[in-house]
């Protein structure tokens, strides 16, 4: 069994290589027990604690030469000296692929090394201004080559960086490194959406479902929901904290069927304290909506394409969509009163029956009025179908419920005022 490292020794560790300072190592220690990380040196020693707990430490004695490979093709060959750490976090599914990484090079040892690219750019000068790395080559003294694919995030621009990956200098230690994220702020999302590739991935996604719909309005009707949303964008403070208590949760439905085409998405919104969903985010308005989204599985922007359609369902122009949501709102408490009120006539004439009933034991018609009036407890019966079985909708019967006022409407007021008080 391999004995679990604490915070204390992962710092130590590299303390002990001389890659930072007693002093470094110290402060940040006091910072985090005090609950006050902050800064990019911070975020950097937080990152290389997490891949020394769960990561995958690459053995360095068996490796010859670490190869980076970037964006526009351009490659950088570091020596295995170069290298003090290299701790890889792999996808359970796919082992090529990379969720996170983190990367730690000696400043001494590479500056000497004098590595640049091609036609003499300082490869350090960029890693620092642009992160673009898409793949990790290791290779052995027997020339055998193992290429790892590092994931980039879903609202990175695809063609220009991975917003989460960092270059940190620190004492004698440079840290490169990626942290993979599932919860991503929704204004990052929309801003994420407009570019190219990832838009027309969306595009592509909601035309697979729905290819009567064509290639110009679909690309018209998500592009202006998009702008509309992040013109939209409050900084209102009783948005900000709706904003801190809920999420956007877009889950994927698997169906019993074989064929994936059947398998959906479901957008809700995930109440984090109670850990409750709940169905109706059309409902909201584009700036309650800035909150944070997570997609926990499958491609981000199939699930993303299915919550910004399940938000149009009332339009996508801010001023007309919020009238029309003012309007499905108001139809809903109606509903809603409606149905507040139903439950409570039947339930009050259900008490009533009860209470008749147990007043008047010994009158030899009981039988028949409670078998005459007992559906006036529930809604009145009528065909749902033509040729089909039979549905109770939510009214009394009201030929019923006026003969039984008129017979015994006294009793019942009479009882209602005592059930009120």
Do not use: C
Request: net charge negative; hydrophobic share 35%.
């Amino acid at each position: 069994m391999v004995k679990r490292e604490t915070d204390r020794d992962v710092i130590a560790e590299l303390a002990d290589s001389n890659l930072i300072t007693g002093t470094t190592a110290g402060d940040y220690l006091v910072r985090k027990q005090r609950g006050g990380l902050q800064g990019k040196k911070d975020t950097a020693l937080h990152a290389w604690e997490k891949f020394a707990h769960k990561g995958s430490r690459v053995n360095l004695a068996l490796v010859n030469q670490l190869t980076l490979i970037f964006k526009n093709g351009e490659k950088l060959v570091f020596d295995s000296k170069d290298v003090s750490f290299l701790i890889l976090e792999k996808d359970l599914d796919n082992p090529t692929l990379l969720t996170g990484f983190v990367l730690v090079l000696n400043r001494e040892l590479s500056v000497q090394a004098n590595h640049y690219f091609v036609g003499g750019r300082d490869a350090f000068e960029h890693l620092k201004k642009v992160q673009d790395v898409i793949d990790i080559e290791l290779t052995d003294s027997q020339n055998n080559t193992s290429r790892h694919i590092v994931h980039w995030s879903p609202i990175s621009d695809p063609l220009v960086e991975n917003v989460n990956q960092r270059f940190v200098d620190i004492d004698d230690a440079l840290f490169l490194y990626t942290v993979s994220k599932q919860r991503y702020s929704m204004v990052d999302a929309v801003k994420a959406a407009l570019y190219t590739e990832n838009f027309n991935a969306i595009i592509k996604e909601f035309r697979s479902k729905r290819p009567e719909s064509s290639l110009t309005d679909s690309r018209h009707e998500f592009t202006v929901q998009l702008e509309e949303m992040l013109q939209a964008v409050s900084t209102d403070q009783s948005q900000v904290q709706r904003r801190l208590e809920d999420e956007l949760l877009v889950g994927k439905v698997h169906t019993d069927s074989d064929q994936t085409f059947f398998d959906h998405w479901e957008p809700v919104l995930y109440h984090l304290k109670s850990k409750e969903k709940f169905l109706g985010i059309d409902l909201l308005s584009y700036d309650v909506l800035m909150m944070n989204v997570v997609i926990p599985e499958g491609d981000f922007w199939k699930g993303f394409t299915w919550l910004l359609w399940e938000i149009s369902r009332y339009g996508i122009k801010t001023e007309e969509r919020q009238k029309a949501i003012d309007n499905a709102k108001q139809k809903l408490q109606e509903q809603t009163d409606q149905i507040s009120e139903f439950t409570k006539s039947t339930q009050r004439m259900r008490d009533f029956i009860s209470w008749y009933v147990n007043n008047h034991l010994s009158d030899p018609t009981l039988p028949d009025f409670v078998e005459k009036y007992w559906p006036l407890t529930k809604g009145r019966k009528e065909k749902f179908w033509n040729n089909g079985g039979h549905a109770f909708v939510m009214e009394q019967n009201p030929k019923l419920l006026n003969e039984f006022m008129a017979n015994f409407g006294a009793d019942y007021y009479q009882f209602k005022d005592v059930d009120t008080d």
